[in-house]
T-cell receptor, first 109, second 116 residues
């Protein structure tokens, strides 16, 4: 099956710093999404981004489908950005999501 | 926006008990729902795909007799953990497949199951 690797696995930042999270897929996928899981376990959808670039406030994401990777940019990080970030994609002809290994982000004041 | 309600949010029960978790799409219909399991500090692992009116499709390694899934209507899927044991303790989260709010899947808030 498809393998989804995320890097870095852990990231510690001071408030105000910028960061880039990466997601690599072993095969092509549909429905590529980025999520933020808060400390209560809730999954917050950040982006649906099968290709191209999207921006939402301090967050932006870029997917290069032909090279099977996606990037999530966080600018001017805040303590509320802390949590685990997951990317996920669907194998072709399915809707099920295969989640990546996750990046645990801690932002300190 | 599309809302998926998952209930209960937290369950603590004795070993041997069967536990039912409900996943409801509140303002849309979902022919397909998914069930995931997440162990502490790990990623979400897909357990099964639930299709309304038909048998669920289980991922490799997931015991279908242990994790009973019923998708009796377009707004409700249930996961029953039968004769639960401590190793079944985990965070279970469901999602519903529907194209709304610029995303293909909508997630419930999860159920934290603790078996004593």
């Amino acid at each position: 099956g498809i393998q989804v690797e995320q890097s870095p696995p852990d990231l510690i930042l001071q408030e105000g710093a910028n960061s880039t999270l990466r997601c690599n897929f072993s095969d092509s996928v549909n429905n590529l999404q980025w999520f933020h899981q808060n400390p209560w376990g809730q999954l917050i959808n950040l982006f649906y981004i099968p290709s191209g670039t999207k921006q939402n406030g301090r967050l932006s994401a870029t997917t290069v489908a032909t090279e099977r990777y996606s990037l999530l940019y966080i600018s001017s990080s805040q303590t509320t950005d802390s949590g685990v970030y997951f990317c996920a994609g669907s194998p072709y002809n399915t809707d099920k999501l295969i989640f990546g290994t996750g990046t645990r982000l801690q932002v300190f004041p | 926006g599309a809302v998926v309600s998952q209930h209960p949010s937290r369950v603590i029960c004795k070993s041997g008990t069967s536990v039912k978790i409900e996943c409801r799409s509140l303002d849309f219909q979902a022919t397909t729902m998914f069930w995931y399991r997440q162990f502490p500090k790990q990623s979400l692992m897909l357990m099964a795909t639930s299709n309304e009116g038909s048998k669920a499709t289980y991922e490799q390694g997931v015991e279908k007799d242990k994790f009973l899934i019923n998708h009796a209507s377009l707004t409700l899927s249930t996961l029953t953990v039968t004769s639960a044991h401590p190793e079944d303790s985990s965070f279970y989260i469901c999602s519903a497949s529907a194209w709304t709010d610029d995303q293909p899947q909508h997630f419930g808030d999860g159920t934290r199951l603790s078996i004593l």
